[in-house]
């Protein structure tokens, strides 16, 4: 073994760049299946986490919902959007779209303080016959800021148009959502019912009605702090078909493309040994003249494999680590969040693929050895002297005439095939996450008969996006389309409760993360 | 003392069956000093691997000291050639990434630890100083003339004081000079030391050099001139 080791040591610094070389190919092209597995396993945590984020994103109706509890979780609402509120029907404008007309629904002072919208002038109506409206709706319904007018409306219920009067007894400052008005119009394009909108015009009157919270939470255990009777009948569920079932699929073909792969960089890592073992076989065949027995070759060539072996493994690993920390912080900058997880199962699968190739490129040359004379180490194998067949033009001819004349290239080619399979594999995966993965599709029901809701959105789990979901600063979305110029930049909050909807949220970007990672359920933990 | 009885090589089978050594017998005596002749494809290499161990016959036997190379596995075989046969080729084959000293010194470290401290060093300076190798020991193969190389081989060919040498056209990469000294230089240390010496050549002015001739044609050893 001490000759092994020497004659080892000789020879790589004696070639030390080739030896190099080697190992670099080999780890480049292990270190790429390395990262190709680290990065589905990161991809699988990640979804795991997403997964778990959805389950755990209950919604539903608090009927007699405690108000002092529901203010006691206030800060939820200041990190979230909400609405406190209860939906009576939409109040017709003349000339204008019904998909734009107002809602009308009922306020108190808690709803008002827990929502945030400030009483401008007069007061909230104490009865049925009394009304206060939001600025931005009396100026729709072209009326004076003048309290004590009578104001008429048409009011839309499920149960038909009613005509009713009402005395103007205060003016509210806009009730908005937490939500961009931007999103909210977004909503209403994107092949939703309704848009979303939050009522402008407040009626009194609403003694006795049952007082109902709508609630999104991460678990049901948690609609418990907002007391009175949670009812699950009305939930609010989050589903996230895009997300999941694509990404199970993108999953899926990874994974195929990585085994598939395996076989093409076994061959790659196999060429690549063997032709180092190539390179020394001469020389092997010289000592073995001079006395050097087989088993003293075949020490001197596990040597060499072993060598090579630890070399790509650890050159491997860190390449492969590299890879995977530089495609997540590619996502990561284009916006996509991303865990970054190591399993042993990949580095095991590395190391065997790595050892293993190596191994049986040697292992498998060393068979080949025992099959020459020693003098014959390094030259091209006897092959059986056939007699030249007549010349044919069969394809199976012709292309063993093309195969053979390209035999010399085959390694460089093995090895620039299996550099392109690698990382069409690993860019593979990589594309496969820029799947867009905030897809949320969504559904409210309607409950009638109710004084509050109050609606938490959120549910996301990444805590530097806590704050996202609606503008802390004006002019933070400049030129969104859509957006309401007295609205930019305002806090708002998601315009929830009101009559049957769904609600597609595709988002893009940064968009669809700020809205639908907003950390508000967190919060409830 | 070497002993050759009804030895014979072939390759191949049926159709391509070639029959590179036909049956001979013929006996070297120990100190002996014998040039194998005959044209290119002729045996002679062939006969040079049989009776060094490192081809086995088609059929008949080689004996050296009365033991039949054929009965010995190829671990004996190795052994064998390390301490009893040194090998000089015609292209010198010095492993290129040792020294010159390294390459010398290479069958003494294939023996390992046990037989190094054996080793006399003042043995490896008598040869290195016949050979004139003194200041190229440091030196690696490429760094090295043809003569110097192969004067190289010829020292790790002795170091392991060999019974038999055995050369394949040492001097066909070389200038007359140099394959004069070379032959000279082989000769001398074969006297001296009782060294059996079978040399292959196609070169007849160095074959008559040699008391004894083995002449092969076509795979027959035709004339033994000895």
Known sequence: ??????????????????????????????????????????????????????????????????????????????????????????????????????????????????????????????????????????????????????????????????????????????????????????????????????????????????????????????????GGHPLLNGYFEV??????????????????????????????????????????????????????????????????????????????????????????????????????????????????????????????????????????????????????????????????EASAHAYRHQNRLTVLLTAVCVAAAVFGSFLAELIPRNMYQSGFDYYQNTDYYVSVYGGGGFEKHLLCGFSAQPGDYPGRPGTHPEHRGVRGGFRGGGTDFQAFFPGAGRDRKRFFTTGAAKYLF | MVRVEKL????????????ALKPCTFTIGDGEQVAVVGASGSGKSTLLHLLSGLDTPTSGAVFLDGVNLSEKSDEELSLLRRRKIGFIFQSYNLVPELTARENILLPVLLDGKKRAEEFSKAYLDEIVERLELNDRLEHLPGQLSGGQQQRVAIARALINRPQMILCDEPTGNLDSQSAGRVIGLLNDFSAESNITLIVVTHNEAIARQYPRNLTLRDGTVGGDLG
């Open chain 1, 1 to 226: 073994m001490n000759a092994s080791l020497k004659l080892t040591g000789k020879y790589v610094g004696k070639h030390l760049r080739q030896c190099i070389g080697v190992v670099l190919c080999i780890s480049l092209l292990a270190g790429g299946v390395l990262a190709a597995l680290l990065f589905r396993t990161c991809a699988a945590a990640t979804s795991e986490q997403r997964a778990r984020e959805r389950h755990g994103s209950y919604a539903a109706v608090v009927y007699d919902a405690d108000l002092s509890k529901i203010e006691e979780n206030k800060e939820l609402f200041d990190t979230g959007a909400c609405a406190v509120t209860g939906i009576l029907g939409s109040v017709a404008i003349e000339d204008v779209n019904a998909r734009d007309y107002p809602y009308i629904g009922t306020m108190n002072e808690d709803a008002m303080r827990l929502a945030g919208v400030p009483l401008l002038a007069g007061r909230l109506p104490e009865n049925g016959d009394e009304i206060a409206i939001e600025e931005s709706t009396l100026y729709k319904l072209r009326l004076e800021e003048t309290l004590g007018q009578t104001v008429t409306v048409q009011v839309h219920t499920p149960d038909g148009v009613q005509t009713k009067s009402y005395k103007l007894v205060g003016i509210t400052g806009d009730y908005i959502t937490r939500m961009s008005m931007s999103d909210t119009q977004q909503l209403g394009i994107q092949g939703v019912s309704e848009p979303i909108r939050l009522p402008g015009i407040f009626v009194g009157g609403t003694e006795g009605a049952l007082q109902a919270a709508n609630v999104l939470c991460a678990d049901v255990g948690m609609m418990d702090r907002f």
């Open chain 1, 239 to 400: 589903k996230d078909p895009i997300q999941i079932e694509d990404q199970k699929k993108a999953d899926a073909a990874a994974l195929l493309l990585i085994l598939l792969f395996t076989v093409v960089i076994v061959i790659g890592v196999y060429n690549a040994a063997e032709l180092s073992v190539k390179e020394r076989e001469r020389y092997i065949g010289v000592m073995r003249c001079i006395g050097m027995t087989r088993r003293q070759a075949a020490g001197l060539l596990l040597c060499q494999g072993v060598g090579l072996a630890a070399c790509s493994l650890a050159l491997g690993a860190g390449l492969g680590v590299g890879f995977l920390y530089a495609a997540v912080g590619l996502l990561r900058a284009l916006g996509q969040d991303y865990l970054v997880r190591f399993d042993a199962t990949a580095f095991l699968y590395f190391a065997l693929l790595v050892c293993g190739a190596i191994l049986l490129a040697f292992f498998s040359h060393s068979l080949k050895l025992r099959k020459k004379a020693p003098l014959d180490y390094g030259k091209p194998g006897a092959k059986p002297v056939k007699k030249k067949p007549a010349f044919s033009s069969s394809f199976p001819a012709l292309w063993g």
């Open chain 2, 8 to 19: 014979s090589k072939t390759y191949g089978s049926g159709e391509v069956q070639v029959e």
